[in-house]
């Protein structure tokens, strides 16, 4: 079993994967601004601010595994890239194995093809920003990173959050860099959450972009 530290471990992704994980038996602890209103049994759950380092050092300290769940909206608008490349810096600095949950707009349709992100016609203009912070972050933060940093970014299909729940089925499929669902599918914080630990838990990606879909 693993201990597991979630960062944004109340919100959609982050609770789901918090759940999964301490369900199988990890040791969990969920870093988040609030505590929940209904906890996961065997969770710590610490409250702190991913922007600070410190906070962010304790929660990962003696952690094999920490997942980035920070959602790009609300109070992590327009900081998103630079609190994910903060948690990069202090993972690599606890040689702890960095697992993040991307977004869909990086992928790919299909292989050789442009991605997403690059024509973002049909999003509204607000969401614009986020989208390319979080394609940016994977094409040109993450590469660039030390060797050392041991980093998984992990994209949901298209239609994912609390917006579009998405119907849990208990499955998922893995696909690298370009999407399983290129029509723009959906996949339930419950399944993704089931493909995150899996990946976990087999340890054989490193440094990739994958994606998970139904």
Avoid at 7 to 29: D, L, M, P
Avoid at 41 to 52: E, I
């Amino acid at each position: 079993m693993s201990r597991i530290t979630v960062i944004g471990g109340t919100g959609y992704a982050g609770s789901a994967i918090v759940t999964e994980a301490a369900g199988r038996g990890h040791q969990v602890t969920a870093l988040s601004r609030s505590f929940p209103e209904h906890p996961t049994p065997q969770v710590t759950y610490v409250q702190g601010d991913a922007a600070d380092e410190a906070a962010l050092a304790s929660a990962m300290e003696g952690a094999d595994v920490v997942v980035d769940a920070l959602a790009p909206r609300g109070q992590q608008a327009g900081t998103w890239r630079t609190a994910h490349g903060t948690i990069a810096r202090v993972a690599d600095a606890a040689g702890v194995r960095l697992v993040i949950v991307g977004g869909a707009s990086s992928l790919r349709p299909v292989r050789g093809a442009d991605r997403f992100v690059s024509d973002l016609s049909g999003i509204p203009e607000e969401l614009h920003d986020e989208i390319r912070d979080g394609a940016a972050f994977l094409l040109e933060d993450l590469p660039a990173t030390p060797a050392t940093l041991d980093w998984l970014f992990v994209s949901p299909a298209l239609r994912f959050g609390a917006r579009m729940p998405g119907e849990q089925l208990g499955r998922y499929r893995l696909g690298d860099d370009v999407a399983v669902q290129s029509d723009g599918g959906a996949i339930s914080a419950a399944d993704y959450a089931l493909g995150l630990v899996d990946l976990i838990e087999s340890g054989d990606h490193h440094r990739e972009h994958v994606n998970l879909g139904h």
